[in-house]
């Protein structure tokens, strides 16, 4: 009888989980503005290091968050002044496991101001399109490639 009240309360707290990154991704859609996005972690090996999320635009920024955390915090936030697209190409066969194979990878550089970091992110075609528009809407002084 003890392992059935141990499997139960092991079911309900799974459960309850999932409940709360659902609740937590429905709170962000219902923000607006919200489009999925996956990032690269890791560059060490080439076509590994995706991790899904999704981001907000949220005036001059767009903050990204894991898809399966339970964090209310971004866990990257990119700033428009800050960054310069520099490059624009499809997921290589490595990356088609994790990246859809229709979407587009942009190669991100920040600002010498940053140390040059470099960023690659993942989408579909028209959040692409709304991304890039974004970046080129930014102020004076802000460029892209």
């Known amino acids: 009888m003890m392992i059935l009240k141990v499997i139960a309360i092991g079911l309900i707290l799974f459960f309850g989980a999932l409940g709360l990154l659902f609740a937590r991704r429905e709170y962000f859609v219902r923000k607006g503005g919200m489009f999925e996005l996956y990032l690269r972690l890791g560059t060490m090996v080439e076509g590994r290091g995706w991790a899904p999320g999704f981001a907000l635009f949220i005036g001059d920024e767009v903050r990204w968050y894991r898809m399966f955390s339970f964090s209310p915090r971004p866990r990257r936030i990119m700033r428009r002044s800050e960054l310069i697209v520099a490059a624009r190409r499809s997921p290589n066969t ?38 890039l528009s974004w970046i080129e809407s930014a102020p004076p002084g802000a460029s892209v490639i």
């Open 94 to 131: 490595s990356e088609q496991i994790v990246v859809p194979a229709d979407w587009v990878i942009l190669r991100c550089m920040s600002k010498p101001t940053r140390n040059g970091v470099l960023v690659e992110i993942a989408m579909n075609p028209l959040a692409a399109t709304g991304f």
